[in-house]
């Protein structure tokens, strides 16, 4: 399968598994392990969620990581405090990128807005330079707008 095939598959699974999920935590965590287990070449896949406009590490996939990441500082704090989708083809050379793992190479972060509100963020991870592009931010954006309506749902 190529990417695009990759994404409108995982677009299709996705309500599928978070269908009838009646917990906050659980709906993330399996959100984020099915994002971890459908695409390829993923060191780390999560959400840190925003509490009184700091991030904190909520479910994740991959090698231990921060656990507290202010709004400024990293990719993860620049997505939260412009509430825009950031690519970073290597976080080498992003200013103030904090390295949770020496190993990560690319990384995207995607905010998850409900209401006007920052809710946390999506952020991936790869060990390979350049993993990330447009496809990945349109389709992991779509998918985010799943997760948020099944947190709206959660939370009527």
Not at 63 to 87: D, H, L, Q, W
Request: charged fraction near 20%; glycine fraction near 6%.
């Amino acid at each position: 399968m190529n990417k695009e095939q990759t994404y409108q598959e995982l677009l299709t699974v996705m309500p599928v598994v978070l269908a009838d999920t009646a917990y906050e935590i659980s709906l993330l965590a399996n959100f984020v392990a099915l994002i971890h287990q459908m695409l390829p070449d993923v060191s780390w896949t999560g959400i840190y969620l925003n509490k009184e406009e700091i991030l904190i590490l909520g479910p994740f996939q991959g090698k231990v990581a921060c656990t507290v990441i202010p709004f400024n500082r990293g990719v993860c704090g620049a997505s939260a405090t412009e509430r825009r989708t950031i690519v970073v083809p290597n976080v080498h050379r992003f200013s103030g990128h904090i390295a949770c793992d020496e190993g990560t190479m690319s990384e995207i972060v995607v905010p998850l807005i409900i209401k006007g509100e920052l809710f946390g963020v999506l952020d991936l991870d790869s060990y390979s330079e350049n993993r990330f592009d447009e496809t990945d931010q349109k389709y992991l954006e779509k998918s985010a707008d799943i997760l948020i309506s099944y947190l709206q749902k959660l939370n009527q």
